[in-house]
């Protein structure tokens, strides 16, 4: 397990890493509730574009292997490639599992109205496993680390907005709603809604579903990529 | 005529000095390899000597001139072809000409020749509208030297041309460095490959530990060394040789074994092979002789030691 | 006349940062668009389309983040072994690095200029009087491509330096409550009046189309000054570090 244990060493070693790993996460529970929308505090509602940051910082550690020639020595290394992404991935999911720990429970403690806190650790999980796996195809298609969270910067922007994370879907035109189905923010925006007004199981467990096919689907398109 | 000159220069970092008093002088159509360990001041006398960086003490003198060695109108005459790869990735090579040509107040019909002229010294005509980020090493090394000569400067500094590129592109740099020196050009060279100041210097000054410790012409500085020779012989078996008796052999300094070759040092002109062919072949088979005479690494070495120098941030 | 060869150089760099392009004009294009579908038939209190006021936002917000192009080259120029080859040439450094600023501005400005055109003529924005719109997104380019090199010059490490630009941008943007409200306080309401830059610019345009053209100079009066000060400051840092 000693990339696990380097790769959490790692995540934590860069400034800026610290920052969206620490101050961002915890400054979320401070932030106001808004008067009619979002139905979440803001921090809540805007949780997700943190995570999808987080995510990429944290794959770039990845690539940052990559453009330094290191998992060269790691090929002839006796650790497959398998071992170095799982251990890789494992370490920067406990990572975000525990900021989503904090954050709800932080709100919880803080006394923000969250509803179902333990559906919403349960979105938030969902939805940082999505994020990670984005983040890995993403990654899959760049050699430079500050060329990739450039522009995936620009991607978040719009599909954070797109899925209606920024503003209520339903002002949105029809054609724009129906598009916002493809992006995996639409899903944790409607995750959250069910959060706050759904009563039926089922739709949660589709809304995580859908999330949880992301997830596969770009894990499968990052590792296989690589292997090739 | 002496194109620059450096008098009890000294510089210090801190308490560290890394330049300290250092008399150079370096007259007109020289070339002058400099060599160094890592950490000797190489880099730093070459800033000192441009301007680049500030001096405690001393003075320099660029062109004759004492007041104002810096201005313009000498940096004008100087050409610096810097360590470090210091072309704009985002220019073509022929942009990144036209900006240093631009810059050394060439214009018009002179500036599209002398852009054309130094692109083909580097033999890069044919990719003149590429960019460097698509170049190998040896290109980019070659683009950045030309960056130097668009304005034809009758003095260029060369700070380790020719680090980390293929043999092919190295010996294309020597051939124009020579093709330089052919019209006149002085040249001041750093490296670390003595095989290169041996082919293109007429004056060696070896530095160590921010002082200048000789210097001289190859022949020259070999010859303060040649007080020594020697042969390694090979043989079938080392082990059945009394390496006692060998060392007394008059005029002997030392003997290494390495496998089953015996290397033996001794003074220079002491003509002892004979006696030393004779005691080994009383023992073992000889199997082949070789006589190294000292060359400038061997000069290099005594001079400086032979300890690895990690010195980080030389300069 | 030397520096000034170089300008046109500094310009195709610039010209040739397809990333700063996409992040300085795609995506806004792409954001400008979404919105202008969204905010369609929607009008402000006042009777005014919404597009027109988010229009103005989004290029001025883009403004603020117009200073990271000339902070990397005076970087890459003067911080790094690039400076060994820019200081053996033989002009004035100190020059040659208010060009790089002076074109970072220009090409802020351009950048702005193409904005703003595209907003007006496909999804009908209205920018009112144009000379002075271009005016107030100069007067942004400037303050923060001053205040992106006041950074660059003050802290050793060039990384800090662009979280410290990112700060300023992302900052004031989340201040101006574009992200969400801001608390309605007298701390806020001062800083969004005097101080935030993007406010005082959107306010500046706001005030001349509406015909308050006493507020909208205060406004651009206080840019303008901000400016100056600001550049007496990045003089004497810069003048530190570069000779």
Known sequence: ?228 | MMIASMQGVVKRYGSNIVLDYVDLAIDEGEIIGLLGPNGAGKTTLIQTLTGMIPFEKGQVTLFGDVKAPFSNKNKEKIGLVTQEITIFEELTAKENLQFFAGVYGLKGEEKKNSVQEALEFVGLSDRANKMPKKFSGGMKRRLNIACALTHRPRFIIMDEPTVGIDPQSRNYILEAVKKLREEGTTILYTTHYMEEVQAIASRVVIMDQGQIIKEGTVDELIKTIQHEEKVKIDVTDAGQIPLNKLESVTGVKQVNVDGNQIMIISEANSGNLDRILSLIKAHAGVLGIQADKPNLEDVFLTLTGKQLRDKVGEE | MRVISTMKFTFFRMVREYITLLLLLVVPIVLLTVFSFVLEGVTTETGEPLINEQNVIFVLVFQMFGGALAMAYIHTDFFTERKQRIYALPFNQTLYAFSIMVCGIVYSVLLGIVLMTFSEFVFGADWGNWLWAIYIIFLLALLSNIVCLIFTFSVNNFKIAERLSEVYGVGFVILAGLIFPVPGNDFFVFVNTYVNPITLAADAIYGMNQSHAGEAWFRSNILLIASGVLFIVMLILGKRKIR
């Open chain 1, 1 to 228: 397990m000693t990339i696990f244990w380097f790769s959490l060493k790692r995540s934590f070693s860069n400034t800026t890493n610290l920052i969206f790993l620490t101050l961002f996460p915890v400054g979320a529970i401070f932030l106001p509730m808004g008067e009619v929308w979002p139905f979440l505090p803001y921090g809540y509602q805007f949780f997700g574009i943190i995570v999808l940051f987080v995510g990429i910082r944290l794959a770039t550690i990845i690539l940052e292997d990559r453009a330094k020639g290191v998992v060269k020595r790691l090929a002839v290394a006796p650790v497959t490639h398998f071992q170095y992404l799982t251990q890789n991935l494992l370490a920067f999911s406990i990572i975000l599992i525990l900021q989503s720990i904090i954050v709800i429970y932080g709100g919880v403690l803080y006394g923000h109205e969250l509803y179902h806190p333990e559906w919403l650790l349960v979105l938030f999980i969902s939805f940082s496993f999505t994020s990670l796996a984005v983040a890995l195809a993403w990654i899959s298609l760049y050699r430079s680390k500050e060329t990739s969270f450039l522009v995936y910067m620009s991607v978040i922007f719009l599909i954070v907005f797109l899925g209606g994370l920024l503003m209520p879907i339903e002002a949105f035109p029809d054609i724009l709603q129906r598009i916002a189905v493809i992006f995996p923010t639409y899903w944790l925006s409607e995750g959250i809604v069910w959060i706050v007004f759904g009563n039926d199981i089922s739709e949660f467990l589709l809304i995580n579903g859908v999330l949880w096919l992301y997830t596969i689907i770009f894990l499968v398109i990052g590792s296989v990529r690589r292997i090739n």
